[in-house]
């Protein structure tokens, strides 16, 4: 009896001693669900008391209502909403400002922040501490900046809905998403419109710009000092500029959309080692006022404008329906454009230089020329413009002039004796039929 009883005690401490482990065990685990408790809010409070009460990996939820701001995470927490759960600013500085790394905000309304730009006044601000947190499925209306993040590593800004106070003029109003110093940050399926740019990448790398939609704006994306970042499937249309990308380098550009934007679809400005592929830019067309008259000198409608812009490659984009297909300047030279599709522009080439440009495998609506070995492969140099061209570039009211027997004349003359053609584009290989793949991408685009 006392061995048996001396056994069933061994065991019942040994029991005691495993639960006791496996118990500790499951407090220190990583992320386990003992770990998180959830708290709910109440309408009409301030969420600081529960983010102070709160530990990190805790959940605060939500529900349906207004919650007076501003509110600073800093703790790993995850703040989810239910729909109609509003975060109210209080009308001036930042609504949410995140200090702390891995915070989620999921599905939250963020209205009434400050308008102040200088003091980068914004819906949710995230600060360089912030390291891989989220956002997504939420919903900010204000004046200021949508959300800014500042020098913040591994973030994701995703599934969002911004804009910004058509009330303001368009260089009052804040940017949509604003990213200054980051890298590898993701901004991925977003709606932003009203703002005054929708994306701004300002001294950044690596960071991922995909399948955003931006309507609206002065620039849908604009990039400022950013080398070695990725643009994917985004679309611009009522832009001033579709894609704004300016002192960059190794920029890759590739199946972005851009339709009915004013003045330029895609606008390069010091790019160099940078890759456009697979982008359709179409009706690209300068504003004007109620007269008919011009608002902007200058701007023709550009589908895509290269200034002082080398060592890029243009491949397999389609330019289509605009004032100017492609217009290059400013010693924008050694760019290698090859595969791409120019239909309809009006112009489908501006370049202005001293040196000749060799450009082969394009497709030309106004090709005129003949196959006869039937290889796809036109058997004659297409030369998109001649010296009337440059002419009139440089003197636009003789355009009245441009159907005149004169000017026809003269084109005949300048085809008839090569030593009268001026520097200019050359396509040695001129495709005759539009290649599929861009054919598949603009049936693709058209509504």
Known sequence: MIRRAFVVNIRSVA??????????????????????????????????????????????????????????????????????????????????????????????????????????????????????????????????????????????????????????????????????????????????????DGIYIDNSSRSFLARNRLHDLRYGVHYMYAHDNRLENNSTTGTRTGYALMQSKRLTVINNHSEGDLNYGILMNNITNSTLRGNRVSDIHQRRDASGQALVSGAAGKALFVYNSQYNLFENNRFANSGIGIHLTAGSEDNEVTGNAFIDNRQQVKYVATRSQEWQGNYWSNYLGWDLDDDGVGDTVFEPNDAMDRLLWRYPAARILMDSPAVLALRWVQRQFPVFRPQGVRDSAPLMDEPEALTAHAEEASP
């Open 15 to 196: 029991i005691g001693l495993i639960a006791a482990w496996l118990g500790l065990l499951t407090s220190l685990w990583p992320g386990g669900a003992p770990l998180a408790a959830e708290w709910t809010a109440t309408p009409g409070d301030s969420l600081q008391p529960l983010v102070a009460n709160a530990a990190g990996g805790d959940r605060i939820l939500l529900p349906e209502g207004r919650y007076a701001g501003p509110l600073v995470i800093d703790k790993t927490l995850a703040l989810r909403a239910e729909n109609g759960a509003v975060v109210d600013g209080g009308g001036a500085g930042n609504a949410v400002v995140v200090e702390a790394p891995d915070v989620v905000i999921d599905g939250v309304n963020v209205e009434n922040w400050g308008a102040d730009l200088t003091a980068m006044d914004a819906g949710i601000f995230i600060a360089r501490e912030a390291t891989g947190s989220v956002v997504k499925n939420a919903r900010l209306e204000g004046p200021g900046f949508g959300i800014w993040l500042d020098g913040v590593h591994d973030a994701v800004i995703e599934d969002n809905v911004i804009r910004g106070d058509a009330e303001r003029r368009s260089q009052d109003r804040g940017n949509g998403v604003h990213l200054f110093n980051v890298e590898n940050v993701r901004v991925e399926g977003n709606d932003i419109a009203r703002t005054r």
